[in-house]
């Protein structure tokens, strides 16, 4: 059972994240909720990073920043938390609109995420691993 101080701490960190991927270009604001460690890993569609300098030049600056001009990440439901003492697991699902640099293009995307966080002392709760990835699909031999 997660005990209420423990989850709004946990969903600060994940609305401060929402924020860093909206303000990519402002990475002190996803720097003050991720582990600096290199055993961090990041797993989307666009690959697999590992280690906060993978996270940081490849995802928040390769993708988000770089190909992106304007983001706005948003929870479509509640975020469902576990902790296990120093460890927890967020679960929740998103809606991602953003414009593409390159043509003004827009882009919607919706998808599922899973969180694994991990409390320090001196950081208090900090983000060690993200999955994410596109909503299921579940016609006739889809999803394999």
Not at 129 to 140: A, R
Request: charged share 30%; no cysteine; hydrophobic share 35%.
């Amino acid at each position: 059972m997660t005990s209420k101080a423990v989850e709004n701490q946990i969903k600060d960190v994940i609305n401060k994240y929402l924020k860093s991927i909206d303000e990519a270009e402002n990475i002190y604001l996803a720097e003050e909720i991720w582990s600096d460690s290199n055993e961090v890993s990041f797993i989307h569609p666009r690959g697999h990073e590992r280690g906060w300098k993978e996270v940081k030049q490849n995802f928040y600056f390769g993708t988000m920043r770089d190909l992106l001009s304007k983001r706005k990440l948003e929870l479509v439901n509640d975020i469902s938390i576990q902790a296990y003492g120093d460890v927890a697991i967020a679960e929740f699902y998103w809606e991602f609109n953003a414009t593409f640099k390159t043509d003004g293009e827009p882009l919607t995307t919706k998808g599922r995420e899973t969180q694994v966080l991990h409390k320090t002392e001196d950081r208090g709760w900090v983000i060690v691993h993200v999955h994410y990835s596109n909503m299921p699909v579940t016609g006739e031999r889809e999803g394999f």
